[in-house]
């Protein structure tokens, strides 16, 4: 897999649109933490279904983001370039305020705890300074 440049830092992530859900990293501590932006517009296309008259970020998204966030942190690392990172588990999922086009998404996640094939991160994502989503987040090695 080709290395994705997002604002100048390249790492490798199997993510690519539309399934990109982060716009640029502004924070690498490679292989311990990192933080994004992501530019909500009326253009994504999972607004044209949710909700057609209330457009809002399905819940899931903003926690595949603070994933894809996590991701970049890991995945940045020597030894964990060419593997995947999948969800093993999600805990403490709290969804605070909507996310709306317009919005724009500042995620932080920290990798808490880190294994050869595994891991534990803490995320929150924030709108206008206020916490939209936060959790914690198992994922698996590969």
Not at 91 to 113: A, M, Q, Y
Request: net charge positive; proline share 6%.
């Amino acid at each position: 897999m080709e290395p994705i440049d997002i604002n100048g830092i390249m790492a490798v992530i199997p993510h690519r649109p539309p399934f990109l859900l982060i716009d640029r990293i502004i924070e690498l501590e490679t292989g311990k933490k990192a933080a994004a932006i992501k530019n909500v517009t009326m253009n994504e296309a999972f607004f044209g279904g949710h909700f057609p008259r209330k457009p809002v970020m399905p819940g899931v998204l903003i926690v595949e983001a603070m994933a894809q966030t996590g991701a970049f942190a890991l995945l940045s690392a020597p030894e964990y370039q060419g593997k995947l990172a999948f969800f093993g588990a999600l805990n403490n999922v709290k969804f605070r305020r909507l996310v709306t086009p317009g919005d724009t998404l500042n995620i932080e996640v920290e990798l808490v705890k880190l294994k050869k094939n595994a891991g534990i991160g803490k995320g929150v994502a924030m709108t206008d300074g206020k916490k939209a989503c936060e959790g914690e987040f198992t994922f698996m090695i590969s």
